[in-house]
């Protein structure tokens, strides 16, 4: 059975852009845009046009060169916002408007001072203006996760009236059990008058490290969007990772839910963003840390070498990696260390490994791993060639 597609709405041109220290340039972007579209996400939101003049240009000039993928612009629920985005996402082939207020009560009476009836105006207003610039409109309903249900389908269905294509549903604090996350999706589904006509995204924020696993539940609920970065960043603790989204629905194909992204160009596309962000991908990152393939204790070593399977759910050239890494260090063990020689040439038989595994204790002892080098070094001690 074919599985149902979940679109991948990249953000980390906005939202992944709001980490500080990050900034990007407008050349930058445009790179990043182009891999995005090739990467083949479905939605790349690419800035917020009314924040500054060089966020307009970025967003233009990536309107202007994305040939496959919606471009979109973030815009509050006030027309100069909108009127921006409209006019930044002019060229694009598929242009989004993403615009949006918050709904929970903190939001409504410290951010705005208004009342529950005053945001659905403004949002009845705003996706109704943005409606008269391009078709397709996405409205966010900022901290949903922390708003009560009923009133969000409520400002949800006014939405679907005034034309509303898409229902972002933002845990913008990271707040969210996944069952509650879940539950809310499900409850959306199920009270949103109209909602045939739109679609559910998941917009959920990792700050207590549930981003991917809420916007997993969602999607097992019935949303069809994901909204996520490369490499998990964005404001505090970040957003949903992108590349852990991808590989959590391919890796559990009975979900029967599945995306565009060709993951292949994952690892290569980590590096890229980070590199253009300065900003380092943690090694024990899933799917694209340095760690994410290396194996370095001896139990472990010895299952992989056996068989990969052993010890990996991912094959990691499916993500880019060309291959699993055996580290030697002081847990290593005899097979990991004949392993390593034998890719160097050294065939040892079982008395000669003997020899060699204390010879190369002592040096695990004194290093955090062992590299090509000592290893050579290790042979010549215990006299041993080619
Ligand atoms: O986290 C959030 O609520 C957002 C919205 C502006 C979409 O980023
Ligand atoms: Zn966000």
């Known amino acids: 059975m074919n599985a149902d597609k ?30 995005l579209d090739e990467l083949g996400v479905d939605v790349i939101e690419a800035g917020f046009p009314i924040s500054s003049p060089g966020d307009f240009a970025s967003v233009q000039a990536i309107a202007r060169i994305v040939k496959n993928a919606t471009v979109c612009g973030l815009s509050r629920a006030v027309k100069s916002d909108i009127e921006a985005a409209a006019r930044a996402l ?40 943005a409606k008269t610039f391009v078709d397709d409109v996405e409205f966010y309903a900022e901290d949903a996760g922390r708003t009560d249900n009923e009133f969000l389908a409520y400002i949800c269905s006014e939405a679907i009236k005034a034309g509303a294509t898409v229902l972002n549903i933002p845990d913008t604090t990271g707040y969210c059990l996944p069952e509650a996350y879940g539950a809310k999706i499900k409850y959306l589904k199920e009270n949103v008058q109209g909602i045939e006509k739109a679609i559910l995204s998941c917009h959920c924020h990792n700050d207590l490290g549930l981003a991917t696993a809420n916007s997993i539940a969602g999607v097992m609920n019935g949303a069809r969007q994901i909204e996520c970065t490369i490499n998990g960043v964005g404001e505090r603790a970040g957003n949903t990772s992108l590349e852990e989204i991808v590989m959590v629905l391919r890796q559990h194909p009975y979900l029967n839910l599945d995306t565009n992204v060709d993951s292949k160009l994952l690892y290569s596309t980590s590096r890229m963003v980070s590199e253009s962000m300065g900003m380092p991908v943690q090694p024990n990152k899933a799917i694209v840390g340095a760690n994410a393939f290396a194996h370095s204790s001896g139990i472990h070593q010895d299952g992989v070498i056996k068989n990969r399977e052993t010890y990996e759910i991912i094959d990691p050239k499916d993500v880019g990696v060309t291959e699993s890494a055996i580290v030697l260090t002081a847990r290593s063990g005899r097979a990991a260390l004949a392993y390593r020689a034998k890719n160097l040439g050294y065939e040892l038989t079982k008395l000669q490994l003997d020899d060699v595994y204390n010879e190369f ?16 070094q290790i042979m010549e001690n215990c006299k041993l060639n080619v």
């Open 361 to 376: 204790l002592v040096f695990a002892d004194r290093s955090k791993e062992v590299c090509d080098g000592d290893i050579h």
């Open 90 to 129: 002019e060229h694009a082939v598929k242009p989004r408007i993403h615009t949006g207020i918050g709904t929970s009560d903190s939001h409504i009476k410290y951010k705005f001072n208004s009342t529950r009836e005053g945001v659905v105006e403004r949002a009845v207003e705003a996706v109704s203006f």
């Open 6 to 35: 979940v679109q991948v709405f990249d953000t980390t041109l906005r939202d992944g852009e709001q980490v500080p220290g990050c900034k990007l340039n407008t050349h930058q972007k445009v790179l990043i845009a182009q891999r």
